[in-house]
């Protein structure tokens, strides 16, 4: 039963059209990443869901883990996975931990945007596309960052031409 209360609530709401835009490469990435953030907010912002979420993780509910796998697995790699081939660097069959804890930081602040407003009342930015468009470029920056600066990052082989 538990399981059939995770597929309605959690998976129902989430298309599957959503991996296929993370990756669709013909898009800039942040389009993309702008796009999917408004439609999964736009899934997921309801008072239902935030507190179906928030009472089963206060519970220890195996319905929150399966769901934090599957943004880890499903988006979250796919992001990581898009930035670095955005920012020039070998594909790897996984994230490294700095890359995965910046797209957390990422992906929970807009998150938690939806628990201070829908679950909390408190006041927020009424323009959630800005707040996402602000958020993308604080994680894209901070990306590139990483890129740029660590030692477990190896960049793609540049492609000589002739």
């Given at each position: 039963m538990i399981k059939e209360v995770y597929r309605k609530?959690?998976?129902d709401p989430l298309e599957t059209g959503w991996e296929k835009l993370l990756t669709d490469r013909t898009r800039p990435l942040r389009d993309r990443l702008?796009?999917?953030y408004r439609a999964y907010t736009d899934a997921i912002f309801t008072r239902k869901w935030l507190r179906i979420y928030l009472y089963s993780g206060l519970k220890g509910l195996d319905i929150n883990r399966w769901y934090v796998d599957m943004v880890k697995d499903k988006i979250l790699t796919r992001?990581?996975?898009?930035c670095r081939h955005e920012f020039g660097l070998a594909v790897q069959s996984k994230p490294i931990a700095a890359e995965l804890e910046l797209a957390w930081v990422f992906h929970g602040g807009i998150f938690y945007y939806g628990f201070r407003k829908y679950i909390y009342e408190s006041p927020v930015l009424e323009d959630k596309e800005r707040i996402i468009s602000d958020a993308l470029d604080v994680f894209l920056a901070g990306f590139a960052r990483i890129a740029e600066t660590s030692t477990e990052v190896r960049r793609a082989p540049m492609k000589v031409a002739g």
């Open positions: 609530v959690y998976l702008q796009e999917f992001i990581i996975r898009e």
